[in-house]
Nanobody
Framework: VQLQASGGGLVQDGGSVRLSCAAS????????MGWFRQTPGKEREFVAGISGSGHITSYADSVKGRFTISRDNAKNTVDLHMNSLKYEDTGLYYC???????????????????WGQGTLVTVSS
């Protein structure tokens, strides 16, 4: 499975952006999908995750209420809708797939098997 993240860019503080992750080479409908972000000098951190069915979601406390993760299994895609963006949301955003757990969203990046290349989100203050 190959994952391709897109949608990043420069956005003003308080603005919105939608990231999209498209999968190819296999179906991801049974995989838990996650979004992670990384900034210079910091470890990659969990942002949001969604179960295979889409019924279970999980968010980092820092983005809860502002970000929404969703998926379209027919299109083999996962989106991250980011609202009320803050300067500290700036970072390189990665989508990832966990092929083992269908219903449980893990925040540990080590359990994810496939990773996209990352898309940069820059929030200007």
């Amino acid at each position: 499975v190959q994952l391709q993240a897109s949608g990043g860019g420069l956005v003003q503080d308080g603005g919105s952006v939608r990231l999209s992750c498209a999968a190819s080479g296999g179906r991801i409908s049974s995989y838990v999908m996650g979004w992670f972000r990384q900034t210079p000098g910091k470890e990659r951190e969990f942002v949001a995750g969604i179960s295979g069915s889409g019924h279970i979601t999980s968010y980092a406390d820092s983005v809860k209420g502002r970000f929404t993760i969703s998926r379209d299994n027919a299109k083999n895609t996962v989106d991250l809708h980011m609202n009320s963006l803050k300067y500290e949301d700036t970072g390189l955003y990665y989508c990832a797939a966990d092929r083992t757990r269908v219903k449980v969203v893990f925040r540990n990046s080590n359990v994810y098997d496939y990773w996209g290349q990352g898309t940069l989100v820059t929030v200007s203050s």
